[in-house]
């Protein structure tokens, strides 16, 4: 028998033998493995295997939630299905997770997508480069457990390419470790490099609202995408904005996640990415006479240092501050919000406490 024929119908959307082995124990009460491949408003589309090829079920995105919103199922999650009723019973544990904080004044977690292995920053070559987002988005990724890469969209529109190489450069000394890609959907340029790279593993594309992740995302389908492109010209809105986060299959390889513009992406939790976006002040942090210097102003500070030598461009760390800051920001916030749900749990088990302790006494009295 071949690979082709043996391989798991599923295997086209990531599964592989990790994920088998968290499904084993479901397998016994007759659930089968399903993969999220779309959410829409409390529903949500599963890919499962039908025979040699996949079919696509319904299920509820409410009926696994712990009422902690990271824990809502999200695109990219694997679950245990019950074919015969269209429930998802559990979602197999995440190996990565996007976590945004959300827009609220109530500090909260937002999930974006699930077991991803590439987070893929789509930054448009329109108008002025905004290192400080990429660093952001940098640090979410990195945060994730996905290995972040950056793309520099409509790369046809900048058309000196020493201006291009200009760009890349400055985003690599903004993203050390980080592969650094000018792609053009339109001219097809770093488009076939891109994809080599995401051949192995579930990708998601990130990204402002018309940063070009759509129309990369087609490119990357190739024909078979353009063909629904075209059918949804027809209604005419000539722009489309994503509205759901989609995943499908790559043509030769690898699974793609495309998702509705981003207006912000707030730290959660994200003090590890943080960390690694500025690898290279860290280390410089290392060398500073106080272990907990605060590179502001102290004497034998080698982060300041390199700022003063050229090493260091100054608003490189003023990015970092700006992070960390808002990183123990959040951080206290939802401290403060779990010391609040904390009181009102405590408060009603009191309460019940005396409810419970009245009823006791109530024939007695009575
Ligand atoms: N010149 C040029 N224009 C592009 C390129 N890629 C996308 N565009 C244009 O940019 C606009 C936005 O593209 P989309 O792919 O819809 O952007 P998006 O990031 O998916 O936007 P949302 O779905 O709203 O998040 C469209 O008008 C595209 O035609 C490119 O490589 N070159
Ligand atoms: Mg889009
Ligand atoms: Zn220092």
């Not at 025979?51 to 995105?61: K, L």
């Not at 959300?102 to 920053?121: M, Y």
């Not at 904005?241 to 207006?263: A, E």
Request: charged letters at 25%; aromatic letters at 4%; one cysteine or more.
């Amino acid at each position: 028998m071949s690979d082709i024929i043996s391989a798991h119908p599923l295997t086209a959307y990531g599964w592989d033998d990790g994920f088998a082995e968290s499904f084993a124990p479901y397998a016994a009460d007759g659930l089968v493995p399903g993969r999220i491949v779309r959410v829409d408003r409390g529903r949500c589309d599963l890919v499962v295997a039908a025979g040699d090829t996949v079919a696509t079920v319904q299920g509820d995105t409410s009926l696994v939630t712990t009422g902690d919103p990271v824990a809502i199922m999200c695109t990219g999650d694997w679950a245990a299905v019950d074919r015969e009723q269209g429930y998802v019973r559990a979602l197999l544990p995440r190996r990565t997770a996007f976590v945004r904080s959300t827009s609220s004044k109530r500090s909260e977690g937002q999930i974006l997508a699930a077991n991803v292995d590439h987070a893929v920053i789509a930054v448009p070559l329109t108008g002025e480069l905004d290192l400080g987002r990429i660093e952001r988005f940098l640090a979410l990724a990195w945060e994730s457990g996905a290995t972040p890469l950056v793309v520099l969209t409509k790369a046809d529109l900048v058309t000196d390419p020493a201006v291009l190489d200009h760009l890349v450069a400055d985003t690599e000394g903004a993203a050390p470790g980080v592969l650094v890609l000018a792609v053009s959907a339109e001219t097809g340029l770093g488009v076939d490099v891109l994809g080599a790279v995401l051949t192995g593993g579930t990708a998601v594309l990130l990204g402002q609202s018309g940063a070009g992740k759509s129309t990369l995302a087609n490119a990357l389908f190739g024909a078979a995408a353009q063909h629904v492109q075209t059918i949804r010209d027809r209604d005419g809105k000539g722009r489309h904005t994503t509205t759901t986060r989609n995943l499908l299959p790559l043509p030769h390889g690898g699974v793609l996640i495309d998702t509705p513009g981003l207006r912000g992406v707030g730290l959660w939790d994200a003090g590890n990415g943080v960390a690694q976006v500025f690898a290279e002040v860290e280390e410089l942090a290392e060398e500073c006479r106080f272990h907990d210097c605060g590179h502001v102003a102290e004497p034998g500070c080698a982060v300041l240092a390199a700022v003063d030598s050229g090493a260091l461009p100054e608003r490189r760390l003023a990015s970092y501050r700006k992070l960390l800051r808002e990183n123990e920001r959040l951080a206290a916030r939802t401290d403060a919000r779990l010391r609040a749900e904390r009181r009102r749990d405590w408060k009603q088990k009191q309460q019940l406490g005396r409810h419970m302790a009245e009823r006791k006494r109530g024939p007695s009295r009575g």
